[in-house]
């Protein structure tokens, strides 16, 4: 498994990893990779990275698809974030994506996302070639 790590900066962010994780893939021979994060309030997904509106488009989505206001009980040591453990989920923590030529097969409009859902904090990210 190959980590890297990056800092959020607000609290709710999707961050475009697509350069780090083909960093990480480069040279290593393998059938697909997996992206994957470690966190309970932050969230691996693939979406269009040409027009930056769509990315805040989705993050304002990202936080009416689970609302703040429904009644959440949950509270930890990061506050009473069931709502960021909720977006989490809907998101998924992790992508699989083909190795085509040792490179991870997206398409032309796709990047690889990581979805803060809780931030700012410092995130790990976990990439595995899978033989
Ligand atoms: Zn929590």
Known sequence: VHEFTLTTE???????ITGRVKE????????AVLVYVPHTTAAI???????PALV?????AFEK?????WGWVH???DGPNGPS????????AQVLIPLREGKPALGRYQAIFLCEFDGPKPRSVY?????
């Open 10 to 16: 607000r609290k709710t962010q999707l961050i475009d």
């Open 75 to 77: 509270d930890d040591a």
């Open 56 to 60: 805040a488009d989705l993050e304002r």
């Open 65 to 69: 698809v689970v609302g703040d206001d």
């Open 85 to 92: 453990h909720g977006r989490a989920s809907v998101a998924g």
């Open 24 to 31: 990480a893939v480069d040279g290593r021979s393998g059938s």
């Open 45 to 51: 997904t693939i979406n269009e990275k040409i027009d």
């Open 127 to 131: 990439v595995t070639v899978l033989q």
